[in-house]
DNA sequence: AACTATAAAGCAAGCGCTTGCTTGATTAAC
DNA sequence: GTTAATCAAGCAAGCGCTTGCTTTATAGTT
């Protein structure tokens, strides 16, 4: 295995740094102190410190893209692809934390145009989200609500993992996906009405 | 009523233009612009830029810890406490958006004595949520499972708000309220067992 | 194996500009 | 007449990035 290119190992010190202390809170000097270089010599391989910023929240767009595209062709039944999808997205929202990191805060720092290019991949992979949710519907295995809502629930949990996930820490991403899709597949509250458990009973 | 004095005009300067740019994003001849002075009379208002990070991140924090003192002193069981709970948590997020979003974002630029001032009220926050989920288990009003896993359901639904909720749109902070409510308490999935509707009909 | 040609990569220095913040004089409010 | 607020001007430091030069790695020729 060759060892890292230098233009990784910068990404990779720009990774880290911009997703601890965001893309303004980063100067170019910490990244070539990181990379093990004098910031000049990071003009060798890059050509300006959005064009990173670009590339690791491409990165992460990209990341979830492909799990949603994995999911959509692995699984058939929609309440599969929901349940898979949650447990596609928190993998990567965990195993990739960083990048995930800069995807979800660090875009608004980018020009116009490439702005514009991750907001457009971010709504691709909405689309996947909102079929699934209206396909589940339409069988009936998901209760009939508001899709943007039901998409809102299992995303907004599913995001919210990078603020707390801490790699090696108690719980593996597997995990965490299995308990968030048995609260938000059957709710918090108790497990049915009164009157079925009687019926259980009878 | 009084006109708004200049410290507030400055504070809702700042407020506006961390939680739209973050705070390295944003310079000081910024807020000073937005005050309608120049930037070197901020410094009769205030001591540093910090400052003015702190002191909003500190709002948001107050007002999540207002609201889950009025809850508590409201409403007396946990269902109720853990709905209107909810509804009050995605009040301030809505309605003090800016605030919010400096205290979820921004409080990594604060230096460490500050920083421990947020931190410890956001823990103190997380507290009753996490006292309201014990009890409501332990009425058994709430499905036994991880309390963890339980508040960072209802938490992440709700502090996900700020990246979408816009004032003005289609809906309104208690119709999201009700909406996440129904989702969370009840699961996206299908009402009940086959059994159970069996049930209804006989 | 020794020499040279070429290009990639790194360095020290520093460019023009912006940053947060300070200063000393001036103005306005009571 | 005192005090607080504002101003224009500017400080030292740090910013992203460029420059001119040197080192290092590779390839081809002998």
């Not at 609500?145 to 919210?160: G, I």
Request: charged share 30%; proline share 3%; with cysteine.
């Amino acid at each position: 295995m060759p060892r890292p290119s230098q233009k990784d190992q910068i990404l990779a010190a720009a990774r880290r740094l911009f997703s601890e202390k965001g893309y303004h809170g980063t100067t170019i000097r910490e990244i070539a102190v990181e990379a093990g270089v004098l910031s000049g010599s990071l003009y060798a391989h890059i050509e300006s410190k959005e064009d990173l910023l670009f590339e690791i929240a491409d990165e992460g767009a990209e990341a979830f893209l492909l799990a949603a595209r994995a999911v959509e062709s692995k699984w058939q039944h929609p309440v599969d692809r929901l349940r898979e999808g949650l447990r596609a997205h928190i993998r990567v929202v965990a195993d990739q934390q960083e990048s995930a990191k800069v995807f979800f805060h660090e875009w608004r720092a980018l020009s116009d145009d490439r702005r514009k290019v991750i907001q457009s991949k971010r709504d691709r992979y909405e689309v996947h989200w909102r079929r699934w949710i209206e396909e589940g519907m339409a069988q009936g295995a998901v209760r009939e609500a508001d899709p943007k809502f039901v998409r809102l629930c299992l995303l907004s949990v599913a995001n919210w993992v990078y603020q707390w996930y801490r790699p090696g820490g108690e719980f593996t991403p597997e995990d965490i996906a299995e308990h968030f899709w048995t609260l938000l597949f059957n709710g918090i509250g108790v497990d049915r009405p009164a009157a079925c458990e009687l019926l259980g009973e009878a």
